[in-house]
């Protein structure tokens, strides 16, 4: 009697529920009727084979921009959240004193050139003969070379004396010092020379320094300084990102790293954004990651307009076989109860259930993975009102 009792109230209970199986026992009932339902055909059809994972979008240049001067800013262009293109001017530092440097480097070069004769519109290379310094101790050595010879001639014929010999011969001897000490402060010139113009391309850099550029094109992620304040050097101005592309960096499972080459393409999902796009495959890590056992993998994604941020969270599918074939029936053809997910299909004018293992959504459509071939006469209106065996018949 508790037996019977038992099975009284599971009948009634499954007779009173509401959901997918709700209707079997009055399908049960109605075996003998035909039921009409809506169905398509399974086809064989083009679904790529993809790798799923999750990451984090990325930019390719993240930049600091510093002042390479000291200085006081005197003009800031930009704010946070501007968008700048490469060499567009951000900041400006104040130019008088680097000016004032300028122009005192640009007096030390000419006078250098002065001391070596150098004029207005001529190039820096000189001749050292052709200096007057140089001129100078040439004509003494030459003048003194001359009184050396007659005297020391004078002296074999007993007219000069020892003395006279001895103070031509130390003449000689400081015309040559004198000649060797006027060519090397021509080449002490010429290096002053080179030093010097080196010190004023320096001012100049310095001068164009104060004007600070943006490096590449992008977003202004922080403004850290403000008019008035005064800039050491290397002290930073603004953050700069680059906004376009993005570099999208994915942590693929080791067991699924070999299907993964470079170029494949990559779709991506961004949470909370209706933004869709498309990369390549560009780099891949070589080696595997020992925390987690996977595969960096980056790809660069275009962001013309902006629409995504770097450093948000991402879902990126990689399509690693293109050319896979599968089978896809719409949403609505699948049954789902209690983690168990079913198709209903016309086998020999009835019903038969097909329990099968969805894969992606494609649209309004799932993939099947496993569970369904093509051929098969799927039921896609109807289903949720018959039972398996019970005879159908299919709409036109």
């Not at 015309?175 to 004023?200: F, G, S």
Request: aromatic fraction near 4%; include cysteine.
């Amino acid at each position: 009697m508790p037996g019977r009792l038992w099975v009284a109230a599971v009948v009634g209970l499954l007779a009173g529920c509401s959901g997918p199986y709700s209707g079997l026992t009055t399908a049960a009932k109605d075996q003998g009727k035909s039921a009409l339902v809506r169905a398509q055909v399974v086809t064989s059809e083009n679904i790529p084979e993809v790798v799923v994972a999750t990451g984090e979008l990325l930019a390719e240049d993240l930049a600091t921009i510093s002042a390479k001067v000291p200085g006081r800013i005197a003009k800031l262009h930009v704010d946070l959240g501007g968008q700048v293109e490469a060499g567009q001017v951000l900041a400006e530092i104040e130019r008088e004193d680097y000016e004032f440097r300028l122009k005192q480097a640009e007096a030390l070069v000419e006078q250098t050139r002065a001391r070596l004769g150098l004029g207005a519109g001529t190039g820096d290379q000189v001749d050292p003969a052709r200096t007057s310094t140089v001129k100078l101790a040439v004509g003494a050595l030459e003048n003194a070379r001359l009184n050396f010879t007659r005297t020391s001639q004078l002296a074999k014929e007993g007219v000069a004396s020892q003395v006279d010999f001895d103070t031509v011969r130390s003449n000689l001897l400081i015309a040559e010092a004198r000649y060797q000490a006027a060519m090397e402060e021509v080449y002490q010139n010429q290096a002053q020379l080179v030093e010097r113009r080196a010190q004023l391309e320096l001012a100049r850099q310095q001068l164009t320094d104060t004007t600070i550029r943006a490096p590449f094109r992008g977003a202004i992620t922080r403004r850290q300084a403000s008019v008035g304040e005064y800039l050491a050097v290397n002290a930073a101005v603004v953050s700069l990102v680059r906004w376009h592309p993005l570099r999208l960096r994915l942590e693929v499972p080791e067991r699924l790293a070999a299907k993964v080459r470079l170029g494949q393409s990559v779709g991506l999902r961004v949470e909370g954004s209706t933004a869709t796009r498309s990369g390549r495959v560009v780099r891949l890590s070589p080696s595997i990651e020992a925390q987690n056992r996977s595969l960096v993998v980056e790809a660069e994604i275009p962001n013309e307009d902006g629409a995504l941020r770097a450093g948000s969270f991402a879902e990126g599918t990689i399509a690693v076989n293109p050319d896979a074939r599968g089978v896809a029936v719409p949403s609505r053809a699948v049954l789902s109860f209690a983690g168990v997910d079913r198709v209903f299909v016309v086998e020999n004018g009835a019903a038969a259930e097909r329990l099968v293992k969805p894969g992606r959504r494609l649209g309004e459509r799932v993939e099947i993975v496993t569970g369904l071939k093509g051929g098969e006469l799927v039921i896609t209106e109807g289903h949720d009102r018959i039972a398996a065996g019970q005879k159908v018949q299919v709409a036109n």
